[in-house]
């Protein structure tokens, strides 16, 4: 441990680690890979590799290196249809910011997609009438304001405001 460097001592000292568990490299390496490597998303992972064509100027056989090792990270062995449509749903939603909680859900399932979408949808028309009602509302008070303007200045009133 004398030679990773403060940064990383830092980082180990925050491992949760028996001292039994301290003496094996293995494990250690282990945690600082957890550390270090970001949470990976499956269905982005799929995403880009459905996304990869291959370039005017390369060969088949390093179109079909690069897909391959673009799909280590895609658990296609295991995918079935309910997951294969999770991933269609959240590259296909037009709203960014359901797209990105989406992407934030780890071992997103198809339940789990449903209920985050039609809630989404569902806060979108509630905001649609809060915010045409808060419209229609201060629209109603500046109408409200000019008729009660108008109607002191028919009548020579004039209020004045005071701070307290």
């Not at 897909?67 to 895609?74: D, F, I, M, S």
């Amino acid at each position: 441990m004398t030679v990773i460097g403060e940064e990383a001592r830092e980082v180990y000292l925050t491992f949760t680690l028996t001292q039994e568990e301290k003496a094996k490299i293995k494990l250690v390496l282990k945690k600082f890979a957890e550390y270090c490597q970001p949470r990976k998303s499956v269905p982005f992972e799929r995403y880009c590799c459905n996304l990869r064509m291959q370039r005017p100027d390369e060969s088949y056989e390093h179109y079909k290196t690069a897909l391959r090792k673009l799909a280590e990270g895609c658990q296609f062995d295991t995918i079935n249809p309910n997951e294969t449509l999770g991933d269609l749903l959240i590259f296909g939603i037009v709203d960014i910011k359901v797209k990105e909680r989406l992407l934030r859900e780890s071992n997103l399932r198809l339940a789990k997609t449903d209920e985050i979408c039609l809630a989404a949808e569902s806060t979108f028309a509630q905001m649609k009438i809060v915010k045409d009602t808060s419209e229609t509302n201060v629209n109603a008070m500046k109408k409200l304001g000019i008729i009660v303007e108008n109607v002191f200045k028919a009548n020579n009133v004039k209020i004045v405001v005071t701070n307290m």
